[in-house]
């Protein structure tokens, strides 16, 4: 027998807010992009809790869903295992619109953002995409914009 | 003797969730905790337990054992989903496998400790005893009253009809 509340319950996934979906998902991906690099760096949650000046009960907290990550959260995260947890996704017409500008000022008169957005992320629309981006492997964008 | 049953709750496409029915109950647990979710968590914060448990670990990632609690030997909780609820809630499971979850019920965690959570402490203790229950079938070669399929790369736990165990 299946759950009697088997309906209910999918009636009211399909009325979840699209604010609660997307916390959701982005809590999951944050998780598995933190445990992908704790894994390859060999890093325990104890290391963890040392690197980042944080008790042992906090750390465990971060990863069971009862800590709301805020910023501050993330770029301890960040510093601690070297790498970049979140990529902000910009448009192309955001990006062209920022090229146009920058140019019109005549300071600027070539801005290659494109390629430092690139390293490790996938920018397809305005969102923000989580996984793991070495920052050593990292250009930053001051590197690719060339000064008249 | 006390005994339950074990069988399906939900399937999804990464996860089958079961369930276990108590001799003198007619809902399973999961089912009785979904029932005092209703009544207890704040809605916003029932879709999220429902999208995180159902959605992201049971249609879209799968029972990573990264996602969970462990809280007593073979006995996990979900991740929480507390966002307007006064109280962080625990949902009590067995991680089988990567895609096989027996759910028994939680409850609210009122303090740090379970032991100050009186409710949800009984009922880890009694999920305790049933997975216990549980894990023995699973590991007896002749009881082939639960068949995992070693064929795919994943087993599959497979209950075709409700299991009746005692504990």
């Known amino acids: 027998m299946s759950s009697i509340f088997e309906k209910e319950i999918e009636y009211r996934l399909n009325n979840i807010s699209e604010d609660i979906k997307r916390y959701s998902e982005l809590y999951f991906d944050l998780l598995d992009a933190v445990h992908q690099e704790l894994k390859q760096q060999n890093i325990t949650q104890a290391d963890l809790a040392k690197s980042t000046g944080k008790y042992p009960s906090e750390i465990h907290k971060w990863f069971s869903g009862d800590h709301n990550f805020t910023l501050k959260s993330i770029i301890k995260l960040e510093l601690a295992l070297g790498c970049q947890l979140i990529t902000i996704a910009i448009k192309e017409k955001a990006k062209a619109s920022l090229e146009q500008t920058i140019s019109k000022q005549g300071k600027v008169k070539s801005l290659n953002v494109e390629k430092s957005l690139n390293v490790g992320s996938v920018i397809d629309s305005n969102e923000v995409k989580i996984f793991p981006i070495n920052f050593i492997n990292m250009k930053s964008v001051s590197d690719n914009i060339k000064i008249a | ?167």
Request: aromatic share 10%.
């Open chain 2, 1 to 167: 003797m006390n005994s339950f049953v074990l069988e399906k709750w939900i399937v999804r496409r990464k996860v089958t969730f079961f369930s276990v029915t108590l001799s003198e109950d007619e809902l399973s647990l999961a089912d009785q905790f979904y029932r005092f979710c209703e009544s207890n968590l704040v809605s916003q914060d029932l879709g999220l337990l429902l999208k995180n448990l159902l959605v992201e670990v049971g249609d879209i990632r799968g029972a990573n054992a990264n996602y969970f609690r462990e809280e007593y030997d073979l006995i996990s909780a979900l991740p929480n989903s507390k966002l307007k609820s006064n109280f962080p809630v625990r949902w009590i499971c067995m991680r089988l496998d990567y895609d096989s979850i027996v759910l028994f019920d939680g409850g609210l965690k009122l303090s740090k400790k379970n032991s100050g959570s009186p409710d949800l402490d009984s009922k880890y203790q009694r999920a305790i005893k049933m997975a216990k229950a549980i894990e023995a079938i699973m590991l007896d070669k002749d009881d082939n009253r639960i068949e995992w399929n070693t064929l795919s790369i994943v087993q599959t736990l497979s209950i075709n009809v409700p299991i009746k165990i005692n504990y």
